[in-house]
Nanobody, 124 residues
Framework: QVQLVESGGGLVQAGGSLRLSCAAS????????MGWFRQAPGKEREFVAA????????YYADSVKGRFTISRDNAKNTVYLQMNSLKPEDTAVYYC?????????????????WGQGTQVTVSS
């Protein structure tokens, strides 16, 4: 069992930056792939970024490629999402999720554990 707690969300102007953190409990964190997803009001949850268990492989949605960076620190049981050049369309609740297979995948159905989400609001 893994429990995930996101933090770091907030209100930022367009062009600004935020860094989200996701702290995980459980001794098996370093065997899980981790992903970030987001959900805007009235829209479906969408994939943002994922990182393999070792951190050696990452994958991004086209909409955030070049602006967002996912990373992890297995010693701290934490995964991060550095978000730069933020746009109003990035406004959403951001969730981290854990995939026990350790593989980088984009479908939310592959992820067994989810955090409660953190709100990111980008003003124009």
């Amino acid at each position: 069992q893994v429990q995930l707690v996101e933090s770091g969300g907030g209100l930022v102007q367009a062009g600004g930056s935020l860094r989200l953190s996701c702290a995980a409990s459980g001794r098996t964190f370093n065997s899980y792939a981790m992903g970030w997803f987001r959900q805007a009001p009235g829209k479906e949850r969408e994939f943002v970024a994922a990182i393999s268990w070792s951190g050696g492989r990452t994958y991004y949605a086209d909409s955030v490629k070049g602006r967002f960076t996912i990373s992890r620190d297995n010693a701290k049981n934490t995964v991060y999402l550095q978000m730069n050049s933020l746009k109003p369309e990035d406004t959403a609740v951001y969730y981290c999720a854990a995939d026990p297979t350790g593989w980088v995948r984009t479908g939310p159905g592959y992820y067994d554990y989810w955090g409660q989400g953190t709100q990111v609001t980008v003003s124009s």
